[in-house]
């Protein structure tokens, strides 16, 4: 080996000395690898080149040429050959052109939507022959595994709090684009901290009824990996959705997300009066205590009953769904009165999936690409939380989890 070597490095330097644009570190690597495979090629057939002795136990045959793409750039390998073709070198991936940490680049890259087209750019920036979009989607597909696990891991304790929300991604389906909704389920444990409970794919939330299936299949495999303990459920209001936790999580409370229920009002008043509207809906936020907040809230709605009749029917039927965050402590509110927690973990997505402008993803070519760039997406922010601060107590979440229903905490399946 020492030979090998040192006739390298010699012509290595000799090409140095002719020309002043030798990658240094890419030839030092192509020479450093062939000679530790002459090594191991001595060894596997237990005699030197051209040796004649008694411990032979293999016939040489030559070379091949192989391209190994590192992150040193791309790199033309003499690999040795075997007679019988039992010799494989160790410091290459068998069916596999790219080193490993380059494969990790890549992924690294896709995970942060970087789109399989573009990746090509990347990689041939680095010096390396370009890689194929199927190739990046293939050494992408080393993901699944990964988020399969993560999606299917067991729920160990008990989660008070669950936020649940959908957002729209683009995906190819039967030669046409469609929006597909990404459900995505967080919670807070027991001591406190965040978790991604689970992802899926469904229709879009036009199509009510599948969307219904949908979530109700969504919400049956999450307690059947362990999700108990669930006090409150917060959400937008859609149907499908509330009937799928009416079906499933029969124990719990559901709380309608503020945020989307001002929206749902201000549809229904003019652009003129919007402002006014949203602005007075705030006040009954910001009441220091439950019978001060169900006071105004009375108050507000008689108020908008001569101007905007339907949003004072809208808030008489939506008041119970809105205020149910009374029943819970107060430090809590800010924090279970919206799906704002989740909402920021959806525009996380959105960022990292993009549109066609942005350069990024913007659409998928079938559903299991969505969960393998979202699952890699919200593992990292999982594993985030896991070492960030408690998003609650422990001590204030002990007066949730141990406490019994109460008349101001109806069960989902007798609110309307």
């Known amino acids: 080996m020492t030979d090998t070597l040192s006739i390298g490095l010699t012509k290595l330097l000799r090409k140095a000395q002719m020309t002043d644009d030798v990658d240094f570190l890419r030839e030092g690597m192509r020479v450093f690898s062939e000679a530790v495979m002459e090594l191991e090629v001595t060894a596997h057939v237990g005699a030197e080149r051209h040796a004649r002795t008694e411990t032979r136990t293999g016939q040489r045959n030559g070379y091949r040429e192989r391209r190994w793409d590192t992150r040193v750039g791309t790199i033309d390998l003499q690999v040795p050959r075997v007679r019988d073709g039992s010799y494989f070198p160790a410091l290459l991936d068998p069916r596999r052109r790219a080193e490993r940490a380059l494969t990790a680049v890549v992924q690294e890259a896709y995970v942060h939507g970087v789109s399989t087209r573009r990746v090509d750019d990347l990689v041939q920036a680095l ?48 030669g046409r684009v469609v929006s597909m909704a990404v459900v995505i389920a967080i919670g807070v444990t027991a001591e406190g901290k ?134 819970f402590p107060s430090a809590h509110w800010r924090q279970i009165w919206s799906n704002n927690p989740l909402e920021r973990l959806n525009r996380e997505v959105k960022r990292r999936t993009g549109c066609p402008l942005s350069r990024m993803v913007g659409i998928f070519p079938n559903d299991a690409a969505v969960i393998r760039l979202v699952g890699m997406i919200l593992v990292e922010q999982h594993d985030e939380w896991q070492v960030s601060r408690c998003y609650f107590s422990a001590e204030s979440l002990a007066a949730v989890t141990q406490c019994e229903p109460r008349l101001d905490r109806l069960p989902l399946r007798a609110i309307r």
């Open 127 to 174: 010096g390396i022959v370009g890689i194929s979009k199927s190739e990046v989607s293939r050494l992408c597909a080393t993901l699944d595994a990964e988020v399969e696990r993560f999606r299917t891991r067991p729920l160990v304790g008990t989660y008070p709090y669950v936020w649940l929300d959908a957002t729209y991604l683009k995906v190819r389906q039967d």
């Open 194 to 327: 965040r978790e991604v409970l689970g992802l899926d794919v469904g229709p879009s939330e036009e199509e009510a009824g599948a969307l219904w299936a949908a979530w109700q299949q969504f919400l049956r495999g999450l307690v059947e990996r362990g999700l108990t303990g669930v006090q409150l459920v917060t959400s937008d209001a859609h149907a499908g959705l509330k009937r799928a936790l009416t079906a499933i999580l029969q124990g719990a409370s559901w709380q309608r997300c503020r945020v989307h229920f001002v929206r749902n009002a201000l549809a229904l008043v003019p652009k003129s009066a919007q402002q006014l509207v949203a602005a007075t809906i705030r006040t009954l936020f910001a009441q220091p205590d439950a019978t001060s907040a169900r006071d105004q809230w009375r108050r507000v709605a008689d108020g908008f009953r001569d101007r905007f009749p339907r949003l004072a029917n809208l808030m008489d039927d939506a008041e119970a769904d809105v205020l149910a965050y009374l029943a």
